[in-house]
């Protein structure tokens, strides 16, 4: 391992310091491809909440002040410091998380971007003047900042979606308690020495890392006022119960489906979906999680799949040279691979390729790379979210079976379809019922402007991650009544 690892903060971050907090207990970082303790963080206390909720308020109320101009200065000087540390942020990252060095390259560069696209964001964030029944009366609308939220944030991407939402808070006016994930802490908590560089004010972000409970004791303390979370259904729904009617941006799970019509582009359709399906170690909200293949296109998908998978797929030490397939981050994904790939073989579906956990490596999250085909819609692998390098392949009959298969699911974030038929294209587009829909392009495909989130009524939350959308679900449309003369 050649690259250069920053030490690890071992503290928490309240009011613009490090700080051991209120408590003498740790738990233990461990790095998930070498099995080896790389740091010990404190275990925040009541406390060590209270006190970071009451530095966040005292200091957001100062922050909204500012012009917006002030504000969009200081966090263009946070994305050009980030930028100047992408390498040791990167290289923090993949230590403590596993996804391949060159992951995390992209993931800070991005985060960089989101400060300077937010920044600019805030500038053009405007309201409108609106027409009065009463000659007397002048209407105008404003956004103002919500105030203090807290922030939970994912392991798989620790640091670029701590910038998803710290950017366009920080840009509208707003002060951040953030819970990292317990054990992908590392990279936020060594940050904040960038921002603190960068002039954000003493106490406007605070990093608290912990265990599950000490989130729910975030979203429920009365200080909160609004909660930006990503991150699992299940834990989305828990949250939602503890939050009551306090402002909320909810970006939960997904199960992409990805559907190849029989004239698609296979070459294209097949690189697609297996860069999706391992990218991050298929650790995304957006994977492919389901393929559903045209009956007439399941041989030649098939095939075109496992020719590109065999030629491009680099499983190993994620610090190392052109490898693109690191470890899994945690033994319970780890273990739902397990069980999803033991109800394959037990039903007799088809494992083309891969099939278990690699061995020759210094722990057993090391994952191949695997094609499941002929795989039934009832089954694990279509129902569940692996959320591991997995690409299961379902047959549909025709266009209306591939829709009511892609719709079955109880989750609607991302999908993608493929034909060179912009009439059946559009279709497809109209009709699967996820926030965001691709067509020819691959499901995990992203932009920092984009809009990103779930559809309504099913369970991927609300609000949007992306662009001018956030600024606006992280402020509160205010409107201002003038009475004119007498």
């Not at 409108?128 to 209407?139: A, F, G, L, R, Y």
């Not at 070459?267 to 045209?294: L, M, N, P, W």
């Not at 470890?327 to 069980?339: G, H, I, S, T, Y």
Request: glycine share 10%; net charge negative.
């Amino acid at each position: 391992m050649h690259t250069t690892i920053p030490t690890p903060v071992e503290k928490l971050f309240i009011n613009g310091e490090y700080t051991l907090g209120k408590t003498t207990d740790r738990y233990d970082v461990i790095s998930p491809a070498t099995g080896e303790q790389i740091a010990a963080l404190p275990v925040p206390t009541a406390a060590d909440l209270d006190a970071a909720i009451t530095a966040a308020r005292a200091a957001q109320r100062e922050w909204r002040k500012l012009s917006v101009a002030d504000r969009a200065k200081i966090c263009h000087r946070v994305g050009d410091k980030i930028a100047e540390h992408v390498a040791e942020l990167a290289a923090l990252q993949t230590l403590e998380q596993g996804k391949p060095l060159a992951e995390s390259i992209a993931d800070i560069s991005e985060a960089a971007e989101l400060f300077h696209l937010h920044a600019e964001d805030a500038l053009r964030l405007f309201g409108e003047t609106i027409p009065s029944t009463d000659p007397q009366k002048v209407m105008y609308t404003w956004h103002q900042a919500v105030g203090t939220w807290a922030i939970i944030t994912p392991w798989n991407f620790p640091f670029l979606m701590f910038a998803e939402f710290a950017a366009p808070g920080l840009a509208t006016g707003n002060a951040l308690v953030v819970k990292p994930p317990t054990h992908t802490s590392l990279t936020v908590l060594k940050a904040m020495e960038l921002l603190v560089e960068a002039g954000v004010p003493a106490g406007l972000v605070n990093i608290l890392p912990g265990e599950g409970d000490f989130g729910a004791k975030l979203v429920a303390h009365p200080g909160i006022d609004a909660i930006g979370f990503i991150g699992s259904s299940a834990t989305g729904a828990k949250i939602q119960a503890l939050a009551g009617l306090k402002r909320s941006v909810m970006e939960c799970s997904g199960n992409g489906p990805v559907v190849v019509l029989e004239d698609a582009n296979m070459q294209r359709a097949a690189k697609a979906a297996v860069d999706s399906a391992f990218y991050c170690g298929g650790q995304v909200c957006c994977a492919t999680e389901r393929v559903i293949v045209h009956k007439d296109a399941q041989d030649a998908f098939l095939e075109a799949a496992i020719a590109y998978a065999t030629d491009t797929v680099k499983l190993g030490d994620p610090f190392g040279e052109g490898v693109n397939l690191g470890c899994l981050n945690n033994e319970a994904v780890a273990a739902k691979m397990d069980r999803h790939l033991a109800e394959a073989r037990d039903r007799g579906f088809d494992i083309v390729m891969g099939g278990g956990r690699a061995d020759g490596f210094a722990t057993n999250l090391f994952y191949e790379f695997t094609i499941v085909n002929n795989v039934a819609e009832d089954s694990l692998l279509s129902r569940e979210e692996s959320f591991g390098p997995v690409l299961p392949i379902i047959v549909a009959e025709n266009d209306d079976d591939a829709l009511r298969i892609a719709n079955a699911d109880a989750l609607g974030l991302q999908s993608a379809v493929f034909t060179n038929d912009i009439n059946r294209g559009f279709r497809f587009l109209q009709e699967l019922e996820t926030g965001q829909v691709l067509l020819n392009e691959s499901n995990g495909w992203w932009d920092i402007n984009m809009p990103f989130g779930g559809a309504g009524g099913k369970g991927t939350g609300w609000g949007r991650i992306g662009g001018i959308h956030t600024l606006r679900d992280m402020t509160d449309l205010r409107t201002s009544i003038i009475h004119i003369g007498d």
